[in-house]
């Protein structure tokens, strides 16, 4: 595991570039991450004031524990190279590039932040969205090393599939959730799963995003500050979960120490593969706890 990876991304909520009170209300949100939005959440007679104001905040210093990622307009926009350009000398914690959908434009954007004198420290975040970058997924995410963090984009996924938006989600968002984590997984990276649309639907925020951490997701973006709280919740270890995992390692040590050569907890067989979860799971937990 990875500083990256270890990094605690359960709540990652979008916020409008081009509205000054959110941003400014971001200040007080536990979430931890923000997109600092520029492309679906701003008009286009907005973008340059909302390019403004998201260098503003990130140069602000005001944002706490909070990661901060500035999501640019898409390759080939109008807006696109000012929006990297203004964002890497902002230096925000990540620059999340929407409709990314190859290797070799992972590469082509490594490069645009190196060529424009991005920090170090921003590292570059990619939305898979459509059916090519489904289809491309396994190289998008293993193009590059400074490629950290993998955004499901599930409303794009369902609209360009034309599908249909249904409770627990249709086959085709399903598949394209599970082919992507397992890509993003083979390169060791991070995955962020995809919006509930429905911000009045709690109950259904709440099963989605339980869904989203039995697959396997680092964490869920969000479209309301409502969903922080529960999406903190579901995407963390319980106390139950960390003081099991605490035990569970204890007791291996314990029966590999006297020489045991099966160890079982709570009656049941375990492997050094258990053993490596429940570290994952107390590592994480150190990570939440020291944001």
Partial sequence: MTE????????????????????????????????LDLEDSVAPDS?????????????SGE???????????????EWHDDDVQAACAAGPDAILVPKVESAEQVLQLVA?????????????????????????AEEIAAAHERLTVIVMGTNDVVNETFGLHVPGR???????????????????????????????????????ARQGREMGFDGKTLIHPSQVEP????FAPSA??????????????????????????QGKMVEELHVRDARRILAFHSAIQSR
Avoid: C
Wanted: net charge negative; hydrophobic share 45%.
């Fill in 4 to 35: 990256q990876t270890l990094r605690a991304r359960r709540s990652v909520l979008y916020m409008p570039g081009a509205n000054e009170r959110a941003l400014e209300k971001a200040k007080t949100i536990d979430a931890d991450a923000l997109i």
């Fill in 47 to 59: 973008k340059e004031t909302g390019r403004a104001n998201v260098v503003a905040a990130v140069r």
């Fill in 63 to 77: 944002y706490g524990h909070r990661e901060l990622a500035i999501r640019v307009n898409s390759i080939g926009t």
């Fill in 112 to 136: 645009a932040l190196e060529s424009h004198g991005a920090p170090e420290h921003t590292q570059l975040w990619a939305m898979i969205e459509t059916p090519r970058a489904l289809l491309h």
């Fill in 170 to 208: 249709n086959a085709t968002v399903l598949t394209s959730l599970a082919w992507t984590l397992l890509a993003v997984r083979s390169a060791g990276k991070v995955i962020i799963d995809g919006v509930y649309n429905a911000v009045k639907d709690p109950e259904g925020f709440e099963a989605e």
């Fill in 231 to 234: 999406a903190n919740v579901a």
């Fill in 240 to 265: 139950a979960d960390v003081e099991k995992a605490q035990e569970l390692i204890e007791t291996f040590e314990q029966a590999k120490a006297s020489g045991q050569g099966v160890v079982t907890f």
